[in-house]
């Protein structure tokens, strides 16, 4: 499985039972992502920010 970094496009590898929530980091730019599971099942990379935001619930 594959997913994309939202900040260099690299395709970053994931592995098939990679859980929710689990940090990678992208190999070409060293940021630091969250995987997430979008409401299809399919895996998603979501960039951790640091900066405060509104995170929803
Ligand atoms: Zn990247």
């Known amino acids: 499985?594959?997913?994309?970094?939202?900040?260099?496009?690299?395709?970053?590898?994931?592995?098939?039972?990679s859980i929710e929530g689990e940090i990678v980091v992208c190999?070409?730019?060293?940021?630091?992502?969250?995987?997430k599971k979008n409401?299809?099942?399919?895996i998603e990379l979501r960039q951790i920010t640091i900066e405060r935001e509104d995170w929803g619930e």
């Open 1 to 17: 499985m594959k997913g994309k970094c939202p900040d260099c496009s690299a395709e970053i590898e994931i592995a098939d039972d």
């Open 27 to 35: 190999p070409d730019c060293g940021l630091e992502l969250e995987v």
């Open 39 to 42: 409401a299809t099942g399919k």
